[in-house]
């Protein structure tokens, strides 16, 4: 018999349900989205209490544009998530460096633990901000 475990975290927006007037909340597939992203743009030092959730990111991203930084923000990512997101198992991560628009995409693929769906995958891209 599979394992089936449900996860559920608060919306980010903070938005009511208009019939429970609750907070809305995110399950399952987007509950561990949200979360990956609240974790990779959280800066360190940035959370009251835990300085040393998130990551640096944001300074990577003003080093020279090449495959070497693309390899820095790979290993950021995956230590950040293996550390600090136990609900998924990195399988593999994709950064290439796009000259064009000045940043990186990432290509994120998981499987998420204690159940048996298909591996998932999230695409963003990282750019410099001013």
């Keep these: 018999m599979p394992s089936f475990q449900t996860f ?10 208009p019939v429970t007037d609750d907070l809305v909340t995110v399950k399952d597939k987007a509950a561990i989205v949200q979360a990956i992203t609240a974790l990779l743009l ?8 835990q300085p040393e959730l998130g990551t640096d990111l944001a300074k990577t991203l ?10 820095i923000v790979k290993s950021t990512i995956k230590e950040t998530l293996m550390r600090y997101e136990p609900r998924i198992s990195v399988d593999d ?9 000045d940043g990186y995409s990432v ?7 204690g159940r048996d769906d298909l591996p998932q995958s999230v695409e963003f891209f990282l750019e410099r901000t001013r």
Excluded: M, Q, W
């Design 8 to 17: 559920k975290d608060l919306s980010v927006t903070f938005k009511k349900h």
């Design 42 to 49: 959280t800066k360190k030092g940035e959370r009251l209490f």
């Design 62 to 71: 003003f080093e020279p544009l090449d495959y070497g930084t693309a390899t």
């Design 93 to 101: 991560i994709l950064c290439e460096p796009n000259f064009d628009s």
């Design 107 to 113: 290509e994120l693929y998981y499987t998420i633990v």
